[in-house]
């Protein structure tokens, strides 16, 4: 299987290529820096984002992953919020955009989304079906980034995925967790 990832260098991307990679998948990244990255035997890494045509280096493509987006570990200024929700909302287009410009349709079209779609609440219980409670900003976020994922559910089976928190020992929001409370659950 070929299997498309855009944020295959952050965190979940990376894990992802590994797995696939010993299942023996091929991968193709798709990055705003390919020159910086060699490629692999089932590795390839393709530039996107900057007005080229991407899709032009593809072929036959299976799947396609969409997990990029501006981290949410780093403090949430005014301008890194503005990069969360943008960042998440290009992707998600250029992505369909190359589905769209693909000579053979992918099966499949994952987008991560969040579990901030629903909400904040201390005393309800979420399931996929379950509609958002409350505005604040991943919720916005998380629906925004679906809304537009969901432009191309006609055309290739959608997935979405929403993810809560990653936690890597080596990344993400691992050490910001590492609170009292962090060490005791670490030391059991």
Same mark, same amino acid.
């Given at each position: 299987?070929?299997? *498309?990832?855009?944020?295959? /260098?952050?965190?979940?991307?990376?894990?992802?290529?590994?797995?696939?990679?010993?299942?023996?998948?091929?991968?193709?990244?798709?990055?705003?820096? $390919?020159?910086?990255?060699?490629? @692999?035997?089932?590795?390839?890494?393709? /530039?996107?984002?900057?007005?080229?045509?991407?899709?032009? @280096?593809?072929?036959?493509?299976?799947?396609?992953?969409?997990? $990029?987006?501006?981290?949410?570990?780093?403090?949430?200024?005014?301008?890194?919020?503005?990069?969360?929700?943008? &960042?998440? !909302?290009?992707? /998600? @287009?250029?992505?369909?955009?190359?589905?769209?410009?693909?000579?053979? /349709?992918?099966?499949?079209?994952?987008?991560?989304?969040?579990?901030?779609?629903?909400?904040?609440?201390?005393?309800?219980?979420?399931?996929?079906?379950?509609?958002?409670?409350?505005?604040?900003?991943?919720?916005?976020?998380?629906?925004?980034?679906?809304?537009?994922? &969901?432009?191309?559910?006609?055309?290739?089976? *959608? !997935?979405?995925?929403?993810?809560? *928190?990653? *936690?890597?020992?080596?990344?993400?929001?691992?050490?910001?967790?590492?609170?009292?409370?962090?060490?005791?659950?670490? $030391?059991?």
């Amino acid at each position: 299987m070929h299997v *498309l990832i855009s944020g295959g /260098t952050g965190l979940v991307g990376t894990k992802l290529t590994e797995r696939l990679i010993e299942n023996g998948h091929s991968v193709t990244i798709l990055t705003r820096n $390919a020159k910086d990255k060699q490629n @692999q035997s089932h590795i390839r890494y393709v /530039t996107w984002l900057d007005g080229s045509k991407p899709e032009n @280096q593809l072929k036959n493509v299976d799947a396609v992953v969409n997990l $990029a987006g501006a981290s949410i570990s780093k403090p949430w200024t005014r301008s890194h919020k503005e990069a969360i929700l943008k &960042s998440r !909302v290009e992707a /998600t @287009q250029e992505c369909i955009r190359i589905i769209r410009a693909l000579e053979q /349709t992918p099966s499949v079209f994952y987008s991560s989304s969040a579990i901030g779609y629903y909400g904040v609440s201390e005393e309800d219980t979420f399931t996929e079906y379950s509609e958002p409670i409350n505005q604040y900003f991943l919720q916005t976020v998380s629906e925004q980034w679906e809304s537009e994922a &969901s432009q191309v559910k006609d055309e290739v089976r *959608l !997935v979405i995925g929403r993810l809560g *928190l990653v *936690l890597d020992r080596n990344d993400g929001h691992y050490h910001s967790w590492r609170s009292p409370i962090g060490l005791v659950l670490e $030391a059991e």
